[in-house]
Structure formats: structure tokens, C-alpha cells
């Protein structure tokens, strides 16, 4: 697999990560977790969300299986009212693929990260690469470190 702007990005940090290279169609967390044969809460899935007020949007780190809470969201960052973009809108925010958005890729772009406190469970985690087909297994730690994300309960 040649390096992308993350595998360079987790190298020049000397984190340990495995990448992982999938089909490159949409996919979702629950078939991700069936192609790399890890349970489907270990992988986290990247969901744009869109303030209500001025700010930029949050990108919240959740679980597969789950779906953000809104409510549990804005809580979280201090907000009144939060929306879910569409996803061409997201596309757009972030100049990524749907299904290929990642934190990582979003790094100094001003979004705030909120990450699902159950990511704590786990010693690491797989995200997206920041591009459909790659998938990014790498320490909790590392990706707080990285994206200075805080943690909360912010799905169900």
C-alpha cells in the first residue's frame, strides 16, 4: 500500500498503527468490522455535525453499531441546537468522501473532535483513513494525542 497524508502523518509522530486496505465502496462500520474480523464496537465511524449558530462543525468519533445523540452532542460542546448535514453537505464541509471522512485528515482545520467516551474500553481503535478503502487501527491515546478530542457520551 502506498502512503497517504495519514500513514506520513501517524509516521512522522512514530505512532504504531496497522492500516488496512478495504474495497473502495461506501462502507459501513458494521461490514468493515466483518472484512478485518474485529467486533463492530471497535470500529468508529466519523459523523459530521453542523452547529446551529456560527462555529465550525464538530466531527463525532462514535462507534459503528451506535447513532449520535444530538441532545448528549451538544451537551457536550456547550450548544443549544445541533443538525445532521446531508451527505453531499458533509461532503462539501470537509472535502472528503462520505465514508472515507476521518479526523486524522481534518487535522488544523478548526473542527472540534468529540470522541464516544466508549472508545475508552478499548487500548486502540479503527477509524477511516480519510479515504474509502482505508482503515486505520491505532491507539486511543495516539488519537487524542493527535486531535486533542475530548471524550464524552454521545451516542446511543
Known sequence: MKPTNI?????????PYTAFELPAEKLGAA???RLLSVSPDEVFKTIVVVRESIGKPI???I????EVDLKLLANAVGEKKLRLPTE???EQITGLQAGGISPLALLNRGFEIVLDETAQLFEAIHISGGQRGLNIRLPVAALIELT????AEISR
Open 59 to 61: 466531527l463525532a468519533v
Open 88 to 90: 453531499r453537505e458533509a
Open 148 to 151: 486533542h478530542a475530548k471524550f
Open 31 to 33: 461490514e468493515t468490522a
Open 63 to 66: 462507534p459503528g453499531p451506535l
Open 7 to 15: 500513514t506520513r502523518l501517524l509516521d512522522s509522530h512514530n505512532i
